[in-house]
Nanobody
Framework: VQLQACGGGLVQVGDSLRLFCTASLPSFSTYPMGWFRQAPGKEREFVAG????????SYSDSVKGRFTISRNNGQNTVYLQMNSLKLEDTANYFC????????????WGRGTLVTVSS
């Protein structure tokens, strides 16, 4: 499985950014997917997850109400719309297949760096 996250960049507090992740994964549409992030000096953490049919989503408390996860199964792509960005959102963002309990399943692919400045 190859996972590649893109769309990161340097933004200011309050700005929006949309990340996307493509997966070279047969039967992509049958798997729940998730976004994770790792800030400098911290452990990687769960950010958001979405089930295969787009009907069930989950968010960490730190991003709930600001971030939205979605997917396009026809394009093997999962998105993360990030609004009202905060300094503490600065991190390297990754996507992965996830288990039913939103734990990562595969080796990590390339992440995309989001830097929020004041």
């Amino acid at each position: 499985v190859q996972l590649q996250a893109c769309g990161g960049g340097l933004v200011q507090v309050g700005d929006s950014l949309r990340l996307f992740c493509t997966a070279s994964l047969p039967s992509f549409s049958t798997y729940p997917m998730g976004w994770f992030r790792q800030a400098p000096g911290k452990e990687r953490e769960f950010v958001a997850g979405i089930n295969w049919s787009d009907e069930v989503t989950s968010y960490s408390d730190s991003v709930k109400g600001r971030f939205t996860i979605s997917r396009n199964n026809g394009q093997n792509t999962v998105y993360l719309q990030m609004n009202s960005l905060k300094l503490e959102d600065t991190a390297n963002y990754f996507c992965n297949r996830v288990t039913r309990s939103w734990n990562p399943r595969d080796a990590w692919g390339r992440g995309t760096l989001v830097t929020v400045s004041s």
